[in-house]
């Protein structure tokens, strides 16, 4: 069966850094785009950073600014996100997801095929 498993979300103060992880399992990512999203109580879900996992492309949304990289280790059929300068705009529940789709359209569309449950990751002081 597919899943996502999504792990490495805790609390950090502002300025701190954070690695999320993002295990799949049941297909390979060498077919898929892999994406992480956030949403914020009271806030819709926006993309973040998307890679394509056949050759490592990559995507970013304009609000991270360079404070992400998105990466992925196909041996391990695992994607990671390591983000730094966290700041409190920051926190969320992060989500992992894969689709077969173009690589900048799964973080604009935030339409996926599978989804993780999410990991939450809180910047506070």
């Known amino acids: 069966q597919l899943q996502l498993v999504e792990s490495g979300g805790g609390l950090v103060q502002p300025g701190g850094s954070l690695r999320l992880s993002c295990a799949a399992s049941?297909?390979?990512?060498?077919?898929?785009?892999m994406g992480w999203f956030r949403q914020a109580p009271g806030k819709e879900r926006e993309g973040v950073s998307c890679i394509r996992s056949s050759d490592g492309n990559t995507y970013y949304a304009d609000s991270i600014q360079g404070r992400f990289t998105i990466s992925r280790d196909t041996a391990k059929n695992t994607v990671h996100l390591q983000m730094n300068s966290l700041k409190p705009e920051d926190t969320a529940v992060y989500y992992c997801a894969a689709a077969r789709t173009l690589l900048n359209r799964l973080c604009v569309s935030a339409r996926a095929n599978y989804w993780g449950q999410g990991t939450q990751v809180t910047v506070s002081a």
């Open positions: 049941g297909f390979t990512l060498d077919y898929y785009v």
